[in-house]
């Protein structure tokens, strides 16, 4: 993006991971991470948190817990944001819902069935656990969201609206078939990959990097029949980084003509990102 | 934020489309809310309604998009599901009322829509279909948006419950701003639907004043019960002025600055302490570089639930205040009801009104105000003054909260 007059001499957007967690659990599992979502040396949630909570949600909140219980420093709650990227939330409690509609009519409808299964849910929900007061966003959420989440989070940094944010991905491994009362045929398994981002000046040198690229030059032509990739392979590659493998270019392809390159080389300090200015 | 921002090129508004209760166009819009005509009337329950007698603002015709803005012919237009349709018409007429050729060009677009899957789910299970139970992956409607209009930037869809639409208009002035596309539709849509409704109203949140509808929604009244839903919403064309300068088109206003912040508290009720939004507002006008007593109007979220208009009040007087004291405030909502995931670029679209007319829009059904809510209220009639800058907050499940500041050209 740096070849337009408008962004001439800036360094194409990028930020760095200060921590990652993956969790996946099939949907039987999904009901003792709801009841006990706090790993030791985690932060406790308020008992029956996430009760009304969309599968997703839960998967989401215990990868925020996972990576809280590895740091030796938590965010500051005042300037960190939240965006949650999940893939087709609340089918599951939707469908229920709508079963019950049919029989029992609208006197069935659960209250919290729109805070709680809506894009935003996943989002709000961590912002409330932590008490976080940077904004929270639902994004996305069919799809295409681990790319779009990516880009709303550089969004987010570019606008100087926090200065560090969790992006929740999240979906099921195959999206669930279900039966006429809204039960999952089988069981499917629910995953959620929590990633706390910082701006690249902050960041600490070695640190993996998230780079939004155009196509051209900077990693493999895009194909706009790229299928979304998938969100366990993409936590694999998060993974290898932070192990300090020897990757350079790993392209996410966006619903739109750009690619969001990972790598993990060192991140340039802030000095580097100034002379680079 | 505000150093940053004040340095660079002003983002302004240059194209403008609405679908709502109050009409389909900025001027019908503009007529309705000056008069303080109310959108709420009583609708057809349906076999899945809650209580015999429902009320609501609905949208009583989505026109069909100029072929210049949309790639869809009239029949193809009216295939589309009404969600689609109410998101469709709005942007296309913002494109369409930018003139600004989408060939070639960086667009992007920002979709405020807080629940899209979950109402297209309940709008097919209604009709019949089975796309809940099917185990499908749908591409999201915001990209099926951008072909239908030759929008090749970015394209997402961002949810913060009734904040949706504003969020999106911030997003999209940042990605202009960061020189990552040229130009971006923005704006956000919402639709009735039965499940919403019942939630809402099994929620307690939903006015039940069922013998006189168009009395139903009064903000900032001492005896307000709930809100009362809308549909539609409302589309903009963001770009630089130069560029917009250098087009000779109209500018409607500049969209001068964002503020947002989260209570972190309650995934349902608002923060009584105001601080948090308050920051918000705050953060919005020193983005703008505002002074509090430079506000000339503002559009209040206020949806009319006993807490949330009184935890705004609070809001408002501390972010500005003692300039608070002479600086009306109005809610459209009164006369729009409560366009959920719409509402924020509706309001938007309110401030932009006020700013054509030179006037405060009202807040009607404001009979006796609610002596929590102290504020420079606009009962019941528009009031004339200048407006040159206007500020509009939207506040939303989770405790999002955002605050914009809408600027004359």
């Known amino acids: ?277 | 934020m505000t150093a940053a921002r004040n340095a660079r090129e002003p983002v302004v508004i240059t194209g403008v489309g609405t679908v709502s209760p109050l009409g389909s166009s900025f001027d019908e819009v503009a007529d309705a809310l000056l008069a303080g005509r109310s959108g709420v009337r009583s609708i057809d329950p349906g076999p899945h309604a809650r209580e015999a007698v429902q009320f609501a603002a609905p949208v009583s015709g989505i026109p069909t998009p100029s072929r210049e803005a949309c790639s869809l012919d009239a029949e193809g237009f009216a295939r589309l599901g009404r969600l689609e349709r109410l998101c469709l018409a709005p942007a296309a007429a913002a494109v369409a009322d930018a003139g600004l050729p989408t060939t070639g060009g960086r667009i992007g677009l920002v979709l405020g829509l807080g629940a899209e899957h979950l109402k297209t789910w309940e709008l097919d299970f209604l009709d019949g279909g089975t796309r809940v139970f099917d185990g499908d992956r749908d591409r999201s409607l915001v990209h099926r948006l951008a072909r239908l209009l030759g929008l090749r930037g970015p394209a997402l869809t961002v949810a913060a419950a009734c904040a949706s639409s504003g969020y999106a208009m911030a997003l999209g002035r940042t990605w202009i701003d960061s020189g990552w596309i040229d130009a971006c539709l923005v704006g956000g849509c919402d639709i009735l639907s039965p499940t919403s409704i019942a939630a809402f109203y099994n929620m307690r949140a939903l006015s039940r004043r069922t013998d006189d509808p168009a009395k139903a929604s009064r903000p900032f009244d001492g005896d307000r019960d709930g809100f009362v839903m809308g549909e539609g919403g409302a589309f903009f064309m963001l770009e630089r002025r130069s560029a917009a300068a250098a087009r000779g088109v109209h500018i409607r206003g500049e969209l001068a600055g964002v503020g947002m912040s989260s209570d972190g508290l309650h995934m349902v009720i608002p923060s009584t302490d105001p601080v948090h939004a308050a920051r918000a507002i705050v953060a919005a006008l020193a983005d703008a570089g505002v002074a509090p007593d430079e506000v000339d109007y503002v559009n209040a979220h206020a949806a009319g639930t006993p807490v949330g208009d009184v935890a705004e009040a609070g809001a408002i007087r501390m972010a500005l205040g003692p300039a608070a004291d002479g600086i009306p405030v109005s809610s459209t909502k009164s006369m729009s009801g409560h366009l959920i995931s719409g509402a924020a670029a509706f309001e938007a679209l309110a401030c932009l009104a006020a700013i054509d007319r030179q006037a405060a829009p009202p807040t009607v059904n404001l009979d006796h105000p609610d002596p929590g809510c102290v504020l420079d209220h606009v009962p019941h009639v528009a009031r004339p003054r200048t407006i040159r800058v206007a500020a509009s907050n939207s506040f939303g499940f989770g405790g999002s909260n955002l605050c914009l500041v809408l600027r004359a050209a």
């Open chain 1, 1 to 277: 993006m740096n070849a337009h007059p408008h962004s001439r001499g800036r360094a194409a957007p990028a930020c760095a991971i200060r921590g990652h967690a993956y969790v996946e659990a099939p949907f039987t599992g999904v009901a003792a991470l709801r009841d006990q979502p706090s790993p030791p040396s985690a932060p406790a949630l308020p008992a029956r948190f996430l009760r009304h909570c969309d599968e997703q949600t839960v998967v989401a909140v215990r990868a925020v817990l996972d990576v809280l219980s590895r740091l030796d420093e938590p965010p500051t709650p005042e300037s960190c944001g939240v965006v949650a990227a999940p893939c087709q939330a609340g089918r599951i409690v939707t469908a229920r819902s709508l079963s019950q509609l049919r029989t029992g009519g609208a006197v069935t409808v659960s209250p919290h069935i729109v805070p709680q299964c809506s894009l935003h849910s996943v989002a709000g929900a961590v912002s409330v656990a932590l008490g976080l007061h940077g904004p929270h966003l639902g994004i996305g959420g069919g799809p295409e969201a681990l790319a779009e989440g990516l880009f709303a989070a550089f969004s987010l940094f570019e606008c100087g609206a926090c200065t560090s944010c969790w992006l929740l991905l999240s979906d099921w491994e195959r999206e669930p078939a279900l039966d006429a009362a809204g039960g999952p045929l089988g069981d499917p398994v629910c995953r959620g990959l929590a990633l706390l981002l910082v701006p690249e000046p902050a960041a600490c040198p070695g640190a993996t990097r998230v780079v939004l690229a155009e196509p051209s030059g900077l990693v493999a032509p895009l194909s706009t029949d790229d299928e979304p990739v998938d969100l366990a392979a993409f936590s694999r590659v998060i993974g290898m980084c932070a192990a300090g493998a020897a990757l350079t270019a790993w392209g996410v392809p966006c619903p739109w003509p750009a690619r969001i390159r990972v790598e993990s080389r060192p991140a340039a300090s802030a000095s580097h990102r100034r002379e680079a200015a």
